[in-house]
C-alpha cells in the first residue's frame, strides 16, 4: 500500500515537473516569436529600405500600396507597419480556422511586434562605413531571414506570406515556407521591373534569395533527420507515433555487451522534431541512446508537422 502511494506521488510529482516544463518551454517560445519580430523589423527598416530595395513578400505590397498612396497624398507618413496589419487580417483567419489555434496566438503576438517596430524603428541606415549595396543586401537578408525564421522556428510566423507558406506546407509535399515566399516576390519584381531602374530589381531579388534561404535554414521543419534508437521500453513506440505523429520501424535485438534484450528503433522526423524526440524518450528510458543521422531526403508521404 505504501509502495503503491509513493509510486503515485511520484507520478503526480513528475507530471507536475513535465506540466512546468511545458509551460516554460511556451513562455520561451512566445518571447523567442516577439524577438523575432523585431529582429525581422529592424533588417528592413535600419538596412533594407534606406537602400531603396522592395522585399518580395507582404511588406513589399505594402510598400507598393504606399507608394501608391502617396502619389496621391505627398507627404504621407510612413504607415507601411499598419498596412501589414490590415493585410494580415485575412491571412490569420485562415491560421485560426485551418492550421492551429496556438500557431495563431503566436502569430497575433508577431504581428503586433511587427507592426509595432515598423512605427518605432525609423526607416534610417545605421551601419558606418558601408555604402555596397549589395553588401548591404546580403547583411539585411540574413538580419531579416534571421528574425522571420525565429518565429517560425518557435511556432509562429510574422504573418501573410508566412502563413500561406505554412499552409501549403502541411498540405502539400515540397513545399516549404521559403519557397512560398519566393513564388509571392515574384508579384511584387513583377511591379518594380516596370517602375524602377533595373538594377533595384536585381539587388532586391539577391536580398529576396538570401532571406529564403536564411529563413529555410533557420527554420527547423525543412530538415529531415535519420534516428536510430536503442532502447529496453517498448514505450519509445508510442512515443513516436502517438506524440510525435511519426511512423517507425523496429526490432528486438540484444545487447553485445550485456546480451540483455533491446528495441532497435529507425524513423525519420523533421530537425524540429528530433528536440522534443531526445526529451520524450531521455524521460522515458535515460539509458536509451540516439544515432541521429545526417541530413536525409524522404520520398514518399511524409507529412509536414509544424506543431
Request: glycine content about 8%; proline content about 3%; hydrophobic content about 50%.
Amino acid at each position: 500500500m505504501k509502495r503503491e502511494k509513493k509510486e503515485l506521488n511520484e507520478a503526480d510529482r513528475l507530471e507536475r515537473k513535465m506540466r512546468a516544463a511545458r509551460t516554460w518551454r511556451d513562455i520561451g517560445d512566445y518571447l523567442l516569436c516577439m524577438l523575432g519580430g523585431v529582429i525581422y523589423s529592424a533588417g528592413v527598416n535600419l538596412i533594407v529600405f534606406p537602400i531603396g530595395l522592395y522585399i518580395g513578400n507582404y511588406t513589399g505590397i505594402a510598400q507598393i500600396i504606399q507608394d501608391i498612396l502617396r502619389h496621391f497624398f505627398p507627404g504621407m507618413a510612413d504607415i507601411r507597419g499598419l498596412l501589414l496589419l490590415a493585410m494580415n487580417i485575412p491571412m490569420l483567419v485562415v491560421s485560426f480556422t485551418i492550421i492551429n489555434r496556438k500557431f495563431f496566438f503566436k502569430t497575433v503576438l508577431t504581428i503586433i511586434m511587427v507592426t509595432v517596430s515598423m512605427q518605432l524603428i525609423p526607416v534610417k541606415q545605421i551601419i558606418p562605413g558601408i555604402t555596397d549595396t549589395l553588401t548591404l543586401c546580403i547583411i539585411g537578408g540574413l538580419v531579416a531571414g534571421l528574425g522571420s525564421g525565429l518565429s517560425l522556428r518557435s511556432g509562429g510566423s510574422a504573418g501573410g506570406v508566412d502563413i500561406l507558406g505554412v499552409y501549403l506546407s502541411l498540405k502539400r509535399e515540397g513545399y516549404s515556407v521559403g519557397k512560398v515566399a519566393l513564388i509571392i516576390s515574384l508579384l511584387v519584381y513583377a511591379y518594380t521591373l516596370f517602375t524602377f531602374p533595373v538594377a533595384i530589381v536585381i539587388y532586391s531579388i539577391i536580398f529576396t534569395l538570401i532571406l529564403v534561404y536564411v529563413i529555410d535554414q533557420v527554420h527547423f521543419q525543412n530538415r529531415k533527420i535519420q534516428v536510430t534508437i536503442v532502447s529496453k521500453d517498448r514505450g519509445v513506440l508510442d512515443l513516436i507515433t502517438k506524440k510525435i505523429v511519426r511512423g517507425a520501424s523496429y526490432w528486438e535485438v540484444k545487447g553485445a555487451y550485456t546480451d540483455e534484450p533491446r528495441y532497435l528503433i529507425t524513423t525519420v522526423v523533421s530537425k524540429y522534431e528530433l528536440i522534443r524526440l531526445r526529451r520524450l524518450v531521455i524521460e522515458l528510458d535515460p539509458h536509451a541512446f540516439l544515432i541521429e543521422g545526417t541530413e536525409v531526403n524522404v520520398t514518399g508521404y511524409f507529412p509536414s508537422h509544424f506543431f
